[in-house]
């Protein structure tokens, strides 16, 4: 219901061409289901990890990797960066670790989807030597403390950051301790837990951030 409400053109249209999926954690994957039996989604797309827990909720999804690079018209692709496969440490076998990393690119702004990726999934990135600078950043596991490493902030170097987070949730997220490092890298946080909906858009140049119905431009 909650996927439903934010989604007012695939309502209105009836139909998505494609639901990413970064884990099968329910808060990641729960409205996977409910989607897919009321809209028409071209298709579904998850980690090999995720597709036996995706069956048991009564989701069909085809597996992507890293490396792999989806082509969403001539200006837009979205590429998975981890977990990795031949080189996967003992840390990218937790759920959260294992998660895809997505970086959506439209034109020349970057988009990087961290999932709930903690400090040694951040590293192994950090020095695959991938280009992992972005315009904008959804924040790692909802701002936890076990996220958003000094490293990790300074390889992405993001005009904004979005937190992701329950109002009053039980985890405490965003934690103060990450909060803080994104003020020290003077990178704008916008959190779903205060601010409410957050929409980032672009037209491949300029970018623009939404939080209810005041907008600005961020690049």
């Given at each position: 219901?909650l996927?439903?409400?934010?989604?007012?053109?695939?309502?209105?249209?009836r139909r998505?061409?494609a639901?990413?999926?970064?884990?099968?954690?329910?808060?990641?994957?729960?409205?996977a289901?409910?989607?897919?039996?009321r809209l028409?989604?071209?298709?579904?797309?998850?980690?090999?990890?995720s597709?036996?827990?995706?069956a048991?909720?009564g989701?069909?999804?085809?597996?992507?990797?890293?490396?792999?690079?989806?082509h969403?018209?001539?200006?837009t692709?979205?590429?998975v960066?981890?977990?990795?496969?031949?080189t996967?440490?003992?840390?990218?076998?937790?759920?959260?670790?294992?998660?895809?990393a997505?970086l959506?690119t439209?034109?020349?702004?970057?988009?990087?989807v961290?999932a709930?990726?903690e400090?040694?999934?951040?590293?192994?990135?950090?020095a695959?030597?991938?280009?992992?600078?972005a315009?904008a950043l959804?924040?790692?596991h909802?701002?936890?403390?076990s996220?958003?490493t000094?490293a990790?902030?300074a390889?992405?170097?993001p005009?904004?950051?979005?937190?992701?987070?329950g109002?009053?949730?039980?985890f405490?997220?965003?934690?103060p301790?990450?909060l803080?490092?994104y003020?020290?890298?003077a990178?704008?946080?916008?959190?779903?837990?205060?601010?409410?909906?957050?929409t980032l858009?672009?037209?491949g140049e300029r970018?623009?951030?939404?939080?209810?119905?005041?907008?600005?431009?961020v690049r």
């Amino acid at each position: 219901g909650l996927v439903l409400r934010a989604l007012p053109r695939a309502r209105a249209g009836r139909r998505l061409d494609a639901i990413v999926i970064t884990h099968a954690d329910a808060d990641h994957a729960g409205g996977a289901p409910a989607l897919t039996r009321r809209l028409t989604v071209g298709a579904v797309l998850a980690s090999e990890r995720s597709l036996a827990a995706l069956a048991e909720a009564g989701v069909t999804a085809s597996a992507i990797d890293i490396g792999d690079r989806l082509h969403l018209g001539a200006r837009t692709t979205i590429e998975v960066l981890s977990p990795p496969l031949a080189t996967a440490t003992a840390a990218h076998r937790s759920s959260n670790n294992g998660g895809l990393a997505l970086l959506v690119t439209v034109g020349e702004r970057r988009l990087l989807v961290a999932a709930d990726i903690e400090a040694p999934a951040e590293s192994w990135l950090v020095a695959s030597g991938v280009s992992l600078r972005a315009d904008a950043l959804i924040v790692p596991h909802h701002g936890s403390k076990s996220s958003s490493t000094e490293a990790f902030l300074a390889a992405v170097a993001p005009a904004v950051a979005v937190v992701s987070a329950g109002a009053d949730n039980p985890f405490g997220h965003p934690a103060p301790e990450v909060l803080a490092r994104y003020a020290d890298a003077a990178i704008a946080v916008y959190r779903t837990d205060r601010d409410g909906d957050v929409t980032l858009r672009t037209d491949g140049e300029r970018m623009w951030i939404r939080v209810g119905k005041v907008g600005r431009q961020v690049r």
